[in-house]
Nanobody
Framework: VPLQASGGGLVNTGGSLRLSCAASGFSSDYYARGWFRQAPGKEREGVSCISSSDGSTYSADSVKGRFTISRDNAKNTVYLQMNSLKPEDTAVYYC????????????????????WGQGTQVTVSS
């Protein structure tokens, strides 16, 4: 499995979680990395992405100011720090890698030219 996600769970409204996504088997340093999510009955959404070139980031409007994405290339790992969680953040979160963050802008999952992993469930109780 090229991307292994972890860190999901059950949390109360207003709580925090940190998701991790470890890459293996490909040169992840050269890929944009990030997270998509899918809630029941809703379309998949590109949540947040961090580029490989300059570390610039993209976040969906729904999570701006609450979620922070970061990457540690030495560990081939990307993190999503999620604060001030809301019930509408409940979803399966998928980590992915692609040549750029464009897939996140257009909610293209799985990414056409990249990799993705199994999802991790995040549940926010009201």
């Amino acid at each position: 499995v090229p991307l292994q996600a972890s860190g999901g769970g059950l949390v109360n409204t207003g709580g925090s979680l940190r998701l991790s996504c470890a890459a293996s088997g490909f040169s992840s340093d050269y890929y944009a990395r990030g997270w998509f999510r899918q809630a029941p009955g809703k379309e998949r959404e590109g949540v947040s992405c961090i580029s490989s070139s300059d570390g610039s980031t993209y976040s969906a409007d729904s999570v701006k100011g609450r979620f922070t994405i970061s990457r540690d290339n030495a560990k081939n790992t990307v993190y999503l720090q999620m604060n001030s969680l809301k019930p509408e953040d409940t979803a399966v979160y998928y980590c992915a890698a692609d040549r750029s963050c464009f897939s996140w802008y257009i909610n293209q999952f799985p990414p056409v030219n990249g990799y993705w992993g199994q999802g991790t469930q995040v549940t926010v109780s009201s």
